[in-house]
Structure formats: structure tokens, C-alpha cells
């Protein structure tokens, strides 16, 4: 994302207790929303479930004990936010006298996850890709039917409106008034505003449209770099699984076992790219060819997040490896002489299904720049992979930004990639010897 400047409390503020808050408090179990008294029932019947989600809130209120950011301070006010946040108004979070709507978004999101982000001891040594309770497999499980929950609250017209527009219309990071998107008289729900379709091709213009060798970027979104994936399928990122001292993620999960492509990547480079809340969220071929296989792959919808102190504000930390057990798609496309280009767009937080084209089939064949397909409400990421013949390289232009440490409150400076829009040039394949 772009260098963000220091955000005021009172944003964050705003954010969080609009969450939170509700009419009256609600202590029967029995007047919570079907969605909480479906965690209820989860907690009543593994206790440890319990222990371990107020263990999680309690290390969230050690490392932001302020309450005025951060309020849900007991497993009961826990119960009363979920009432509240699974049919929230997007709209609602946008309440108060600063910050952009797309910063509130945001912000409503990563407490969402910060509240269950949290490490745990009792989750060492379990195989999760870390220690923190939205990995649990029976609390993931959960997760995913809250998301599916706002979902559907998000599909209906109650969550749209010329008020809603207005706020997002106002807001410049959602560039409104550019021209680009389609009449907003056809979003009748949130979500389809949120999959808005451009107004037409040359909204987002195709980069060397007849050179087969330049790779677009799949979204408007920030790129996060390039990997090398070893012989044995394996890239070796930060966290990843130990073997002989270093950390890998194998692509072989990535792609799923069952997949005829799980070793076709190796000694082949993976990158990925982050979309924000406020981009375009359709998602198109980065390169032409043919389909070899398509398929939706349904775990974690999860989200790291750190409360930076410095910035007074929650921070999406779009590390490389929790893709490898998310919520995703996976497109394996024949691009000729550059070899197999897979494209797995990443569900990220929540509410961020992933969704194909219904022209998507096996033995379909599509140019660079077709569409692909959709998220819906959420910030989400798009992983793609090269084989070693291809000679891929990201050339996608730097910028610096300031950037929090990893479980800290400092910031350190660092080069990253600029943002771009879809179509732009993302990298290039020059080739190997087959």
C-alpha cells in the first residue's frame, strides 16, 4: 500500500466503537444474532475454544491496552461486537470527522482480525501457519460462516444507498469521478458496488496487448516482490515450514496435492500483489493462453495485523506465506513457448470469496487482459506462478514507503512497488532454454 501518513486516534476511535457499540447490551443468549449463538454453542462445547479466544483478546489488550481503540476487553463484549459487525453497513464505519473512507475501512477490518491475531502458547507445534487462534481449524470454520454471514447481509439492498455512494464518491482514494466504472445505478447492494465493473476496455488500457513476453498486473493492486521456488517445489520465505534450519512453503499446497500441476512450477519464481479495500476488485488474465485447469480452493479466510503505536492505527501486514493456506483460486494457463503461468487470486479477510468467469472451463482459450474474476468485500491478494523456462522478472516500478516492524511499534524505511492498475505493465519473460 502507499506511505500512509500518521493517523489520529479519533479516527480509529470512530472506527472501532461505531463496531462495537449497539442499542442496548444484550445478555441472553438466546437475543444474539444466529451467528454468535453459533460461536456460543462452539465455545459451550469445547471449552478450550473459550480459553483460547480470551487469551487472544487478552493479548490484544496487552498490545493495545487503550480502550478507547481498542474495547472489547471481555469474551462477552466479544459476543455483543459479532452482533454488531455482522450487520454492519459499511457505511456505518465511515462515521466521523476524519480519516478517508477507505482508511475506516480498513481499519474496521484489521480489528476485526486483530482481536483473534493474537499468539498463542497452546497453539505451538500444531502445524498452523501461526500460532494464533483464526488458524484453529474449528475457529476457522466459524470465521468463514461470519463471513458468509456479512455476505449475505452485504448482498442485500439495505446495505446500499445514495448515502453510501455519496461517502464512497467523496473519497478521491476510490477515484469516483474518473470516469472508469460503470453507472452506479446498477449497485443496488453493497457487493456490487464493491465488483463494479469498468465502464468499458479503455478504462484500463493493455500493455504490448500482441507481445506475448509482457506480463500485465491481474488487479489494480501494490506487487510485493518475487521468490525463487527451489527444485523441490518449495519457496523460502520468512515463517515458513523449518527444514534443516532454513523456512519453505511448499507449492505443492499452494496448488492442492490432488492438482497434475504441483510440481510443474519448480525452479520457477512466485510474486504476489496486494489490493486494498477501495480498488477495482475484478481480476483479469495477466497473460493470454489456454486453460488447463481451474479449480476454488476453501480454507482460512484470515488477516495479519499489528497495532502500530507510532502511527496510532491497525496495520495489514501482507507477508508471504499465509496465501499457502487461504481461501483461493487457482487458473493454470498454457501461455505457449513461456511454459504454465498459474493465477491464484487470494481471498483475504473477510467476506473476500473468490469468483471465476463462467467462461473459465478447461480448454478455454483467453487474451491478456480478459476478465477473470471477482472479490467480494474485503482486501485480498493474487499470487502468480512462472515456470523456470518462462526467465520471468517483475519489472513494476519502486517507491519508498514507511512501513511498521513486525510486532513492534517502530517503523523502518523501505523500497516497495508503486501502485498499479490493472493492464500495466507488471513484469516480463524472457526465456530459457527448455
Not at 479519533?10 to 451467528?35: C, E, N, R, W, Y
Not at 471481555?74 to 476524519?98: K, M, S
Request: hydrophobic share 40%.
Amino acid at each position: 500500500m502507499k506511505t500512509a501518513r500518521r493517523t489520529s486516534p479519533l479516527l480509529v476511535t470512530t472506527v472501532i466503537v461505531g463496531l462495537v457499540l449497539s442499542a442496548s447490551v444484550v445478555f441472553a443468549k438466546d437475543a444474539h444474532k444466529p451467528i454468535t449463538r453459533e460461536l456460543i454453542k462452539l465455545v459451550e462445547s469445547s471449552p478450550e475454544i473459550g480459553s483460547m479466544l480470551e487469551a487472544s483478546i487478552a493479548g490484544a489488550r496487552a498490545a493495545n491496552p487503550d480502550p478507547a481503540t481498542n474495547p472489547v476487553q471481555t469474551l462477552q463484549e466479544y459476543y455483543d461486537f459479532i452482533d454488531r459487525a455482522v450487520e454492519l453497513l459499511p457505511q456505518d464505519i465511515v462515521q466521523g470527522p476524519v480519516g478517508s473512507v477507505r482508511d475506516q475501512m480498513l481499519q474496521g477490518i484489521c480489528y476485526f482480525y486483530f482481536l483473534v491475531g493474537q499468539p498463542l502458547p497452546a497453539l505451538e507445534g500444531k502445524g498452523l501457519y501461526r500460532n494464533t487462534i483464526q488458524y484453529y481449524p474449528p475457529f476457522s470454520a466459524w470465521l468463514r460462516s461470519f463471513a458468509d454471514a456479512w455476505g449475505a447481509y452485504l448482498d442485500t439492498e439495505e446495505s446500499w444507498g445514495d448515502a453510501a455512494y455519496q461517502h464512497v464518491r467523496n473519497d478521491p482514494m476510490f477515484s469516483m469521478n474518473k470516469g472508469w466504472y460503470e453507472s452506479p445505478e446498477r449497485w443496488k447492494t453493497f457487493n456490487q458496488f464493491f465488483s463494479r465493473h469498468l465502464s468499458s476496455p479503455a478504462a484500463r488500457p493493455i500493455a504490448s496487448p500482441e507481445d506475448p513476453a509482457v506480463i500485465v498486473s491481474p488487479a489494480d493492486a501494490v506487487p510485493q516482490g518475487a521468490w525463487p521456488i527451489d527444485g523441490n517445489s518449495r519457496i523460502q520465505v520468512e515463517g515458513g515450514l523449518k527444514v534443516k534450519l532454513a523456512t519453505y512453503y511448499s507449492v505443492k499446497e499452494l496448488l492442492g496435492e490432488d492438482s497434475p500441476y504441483k510440481d510443474a512450477f519448480a525452479n520457477g519464481v512466485l510474486t504476489h500483489t496486494f489490493l486494498n479495500v477501495n480498488d477495482y476488485h475484478r481480476y483479469h488474465f495477466a497473460v493470454g493462453g489456454t486453460v488447463k485447469e481451474s479449480e476454488v480452493i476453501s480454507q482460512n479466510v484470515a488477516l495479519e495485523v499489528a497495532w502500530s503505536k507510532d502511527q496510532g492505527k491497525y496495520v495489514p501486514l501482507d507477508l508471504t506465506g499465509w496465501q499457502f493456506t487461504q481461501t483461493r483460486g487457482c487458473v493454470v494457463v498454457d501461455a505457449g513457448e513461456f511454459g504454465l503461468v498459474a493465477l491464484v487470486p487470494m481471498g483475504m479477510a473477510q467476506v473476500s470469496s473468490v469468483n471465476f468467469e463462467k467462461n473459465i472451463q478447461v480448454g478455454s482459450r483467453h487474451n491478456k487482459g480478459d476478465m477473470l474474476g471477482y472479490f467480494l468485500f474485503g482486501g485480498s491478494d493474487f499470487v502468480m506462478l512462472f515456470q523456470d523456462r518462462s526467465g520471468f522478472e517483475i519489472t513494476a516500478p519502486f517507491e519508498h514507503r514507511f512501513v511498521p516492524r513486525t510486532g513492534s511499534d517502530h517503523v523502518r524505511k523501505e523500497a516497495t512497488y508503486q501502485h498499479i492498475l490493472m493492464g500495466e505493465e507488471y513484469g516480463v519473460m524472457k526465456g530459457q532454454a527448455k
